[in-house]
């Protein structure tokens, strides 16, 4: 049977992401053009647009799974960087490239930084086939960012994380936005964090439960 994937896009927008309130249109119609399936592992492809997160690669090398957001938490959090068209976004942890795809329609240019060298041949070769010209991908440690294109307008955190490194909120431009979610599970929280004349200030915007991002988590402290 032929999976009609552009009704399941269609389906994702109305369903998942404007009940969500997921009201940008520029996002919401970035996501009704990117072909999701595109950006996910071969048998699970049928499964691209169901409200849960996919799995897109396995633990390895003592670092947990790796998986693409559920579309409706994705759509929270890039609403909430309010991406301009004139910015330049790193997308932390870009996984197979779907986020950097859907960023490339709203912004000047997309810095997809991937630690996964297998996710990244993976983000590379679905990105070019998309026509994707305005993302680069990178490779590093995530927590690390990007330092050589920094510094940026928006930076896109994509996972859970226990605390947001000083290393990324230096690489954001004055009048910059970094999106992360802090915590875990149903207790984690979306939050905005905005540098003005130097100074990073931050809020939590609501509740998101993702998963968590790999290389941020805090060494656990033993009491003697």
Same mark, same amino acid.
């Given at each position: 049977?032929?999976?009609? +994937?552009?009704?399941?896009?269609? &389906?994702?927008?109305?369903?998942?992401?404007?009940?969500?309130?997921?009201? @940008? &249109? =520029?996002?919401?119609?970035?996501?009704?053009? $990117?072909?999701?399936?595109?950006?996910?592992?071969?048998?699970?492809?049928?499964?691209?647009?169901? #409200?849960?997160?996919? *799995? $897109?690669?396995?633990?390895?090398?003592? !670092?947990?799974?790796?998986?693409?957001? *559920? =579309?409706?938490?994705?759509?929270?959090?890039?609403?909430?960087?309010?991406?301009?068209?004139?910015?330049?976004?790193?997308?932390?942890?870009?996984? @197979?490239?779907?986020?950097?795809?859907?960023?490339?329609?709203?912004?000047? +240019?997309?810095?997809?930084?991937?630690? #996964?060298?297998?996710?990244?041949?993976?983000?590379?070769?679905?990105? &070019?086939?998309?026509?994707?010209? !305005?993302?680069?991908?990178?490779?590093?440690?995530?927590?690390?960012?990007?330092?050589?294109?920094?510094?940026?307008?928006? $930076?896109?955190?994509?996972?859970?994380?226990?605390?947001?490194?000083?290393?990324?909120?230096?690489?954001?431009? &004055?009048?910059?936005?970094?999106?992360a979610v802090i915590g875990e599970g !149903?207790?984690?929280?979306?939050?905005?964090?905005?540098? #003005?004349?130097? $100074?990073? @200030?931050?809020?939590?915007?609501f509740n998101l439960a993702v998963r968590?991002?790999?290389?941020?988590?805090?060494?656990?402290?033993?009491? +003697?």
């Amino acid at each position: 049977m032929t999976i009609d +994937f552009s009704q399941q896009r269609a &389906n994702m927008v109305e369903g998942q992401l404007r009940t969500s309130d997921v009201t @940008s &249109n =520029p996002l919401l119609d970035a996501m009704g053009e $990117i072909p999701r399936e595109a950006f996910v592992p071969g048998r699970k492809k049928a499964l691209a647009y169901i #409200d849960e997160d996919i *799995e $897109i690669a396995p633990a390895a090398d003592g !670092n947990g799974a790796r998986y693409l957001m *559920e =579309p409706a938490a994705f759509g929270k959090l890039i609403q909430l960087a309010d991406v301009q068209s004139s910015d330049v976004v790193l997308d932390v942890g870009s996984g @197979s490239g779907y986020s950097a795809a859907v960023l490339s329609r709203l912004a000047s +240019f997309v810095v997809a930084l991937e630690s #996964d060298e297998g996710l990244a041949g993976m983000a590379t070769e679905a990105l &070019n086939e998309l026509g994707c010209v !305005n993302v680069a991908v990178v490779g590093g440690a995530l927590q690390g960012g990007y330092a050589d294109d920094a510094p940026y307008d928006v $930076i896109v955190i994509g996972g859970a994380v226990d605390h947001v490194p000083q290393s990324l909120l230096d690489q954001l431009r &004055n009048g910059g936005r970094l999106v992360a979610v802090i915590g875990e599970g !149903n207790a984690a929280q979306a939050h905005l964090f905005v540098k #003005d004349d130097g $100074i990073v @200030s931050s809020r939590p915007a609501f509740n998101l439960a993702v998963r968590p991002l790999p290389g941020f988590q805090k060494e656990p402290v033993f009491v +003697f």
